[in-house]
């Protein structure tokens, strides 16, 4: 990947227009902590991709390393939600998500 551009702080910004393939490939390659650990993926992302600023990295790795995975409350809510049948989706989610159902991963 070629950076052409700049940031406001005169580190490298990303090219604009890129599929999440490449988004994640690039925070790996710009944000060392990437490769070993998903929560300094998760904000390396936010903050190359200018979600979070560089000075509020710290403190929000910090709340993600001592919280659960976002993935262990997705996969309790859908055991809470299709195997007991308890705390139903709204009418429109419940909806959209039968329609995904078996669309295939996202791009």
Same mark, same amino acid.
């Given at each position: 990947?070629?950076?052409?551009?700049? %940031?406001?702080?005169?580190? $490298?910004?990303? #090219?604009?227009?890129?599929?999440?393939?490449? =988004? *994640? !490939?690039?925070? &790996? /390659?710009?944000?060392?902590?990437? #490769?070993? %650990?998903?929560?300094? &993926?998760? *904000?390396?992302?936010?903050?190359?991709?200018?979600?979070?600023? =560089? %000075?509020?990295?710290?403190?929000?790795?910090?709340?993600?390393?001592?919280?659960? $995975?976002?993935?262990? &409350?997705?996969?309790?809510?859908?055991?809470?939600?299709? %195997?007991? =049948?308890?705390?139903? !989706?709204?009418? #429109? *989610?419940? /909806?959209?998500?039968?329609?995904? !159902?078996?669309?295939?991963?996202?791009?």
């Amino acid at each position: 990947m070629s950076i052409s551009q700049l %940031d406001l702080f005169g580190g $490298s910004a990303p #090219p604009t227009g890129m599929k999440m393939q490449n =988004r *994640v !490939a690039y925070v &790996l /390659e710009n944000w060392p902590e990437a #490769p070993d %650990d998903d929560n300094a &993926l998760f *904000v390396g992302y936010l903050v190359l991709f200018g979600h979070l600023r =560089r %000075d509020e990295a710290e403190r929000w790795q910090k709340v993600l390393d001592n919280a659960p $995975s976002f993935e262990t &409350l997705r996969r309790r809510r859908q055991e809470l939600q299709n %195997d007991l =049948r308890a705390f139903r !989706a709204s009418e #429109p *989610v419940r /909806e959209w998500r039968e329609a995904r !159902a078996g669309a295939g991963p996202i791009r």
